[in-house]
């Protein structure tokens, strides 16, 4: 398993202090918010003029959220383009179009279109396309990973899980979505929750126990990422989730 890590800043000098300091903490790379990289979406080079040989491992995964309208299309494909250049890996994609009102067939609609867009961005520019589910995004519940992942083609369209958004949207048992969906995981948003509140990790309520449990007996090798999203001073957040998650590897 890879370790990346992942925080908003608030800040110029937040977003150097994140670039240059993941390192030290054994991250391998980090995923940025789309606020960190989207200056540069039509100056990739500017961003490898800055951040040089380690513009890939800065870069190596996209977060980026938005609706499936025609502006929202042009925004991923101006990010498959920018992904090429930088040497991204992928791109993690949260659908922001709420859950409410949707049938089944929306949502079938949304993994044929997603698994055309993975197939263009796999194929056209070498980046894979990952789906982070989201507590009031269209996949949410446990039924929709079914309806969405029996529609997709799973070559073009993987899955991002995100351990509290999980719990969040109701589902506790983490370790059956890994499982049943090892065969399209290739990223884990490795994040805590308490009282629909984004903790650091080891200050929130899940049970990780079960999780880096299913983790190793599926053999998995793809990104851990510890996603978060507490608020809390970065540099001391890069160390206590380092730590929480080296502990369990």
Not at 128 to 153: C, G, I, K, W
Request: charged share 25%; aromatic share 10%.
């Amino acid at each position: 398993m890879k370790l990346a890590f992942s925080k908003p800043t608030d800040n110029d000098t937040q977003r150097q202090q994140l670039f240059t300091s993941f390192r030290s903490q054994g991250y391998e790379s980090l995923q940025l918010k789309y606020g960190q990289y989207s200056e540069y979406l039509h100056q990739p080079a500017c961003f490898i003029e800055q951040w040089g040989t380690e513009a890939s491992a800065i870069a190596s995964g996209l977060i980026v959220g938005g609706v499936l309208d025609e502006a929202g299309l042009e925004t991923l494909r101006r990010l498959f383009q920018f992904a090429q250049v930088v040497g991204s890996e992928r791109i993690i994609f949260c659908h922001a179009q709420s859950r409410q009102g949707l049938s089944s067939s929306d949502i079938v609609g949304f993994a044929r279109l997603l698994s055309d867009l993975g197939k263009e961005a796999q194929e056209r520019y070498g980046i894979t396309l990952s789906l982070h589910h989201h507590y009031n995004q269209p996949v949410m519940y446990r039924e929709d990973f079914a309806v969405f992942f029996d529609a997709a083609d799973d070559r073009f369209v993987r899955l991002t899980v995100d351990t509290a958004h999980l719990v969040k949207s109701g589902i506790t048992d983490i370790a059956g979505i890994i499982r049943e969906y090892r065969h399209v995981i290739d990223n884990m948003h490795i994040k805590d929750i308490a009282d629909d509140t984004f903790k650091v990790l080891g200050q929130g309520n899940i049970d990780f126990a079960p999780v880096f449990e299913a983790l190793h007996e599926i053999g998995y090798e793809g990104w851990l990422c510890a996603d978060e999203e507490s608020g809390s001073d970065l540099l001391t957040a890069l160390e206590t989730c380092a730590h929480f998650i080296k502990q369990r590897l």
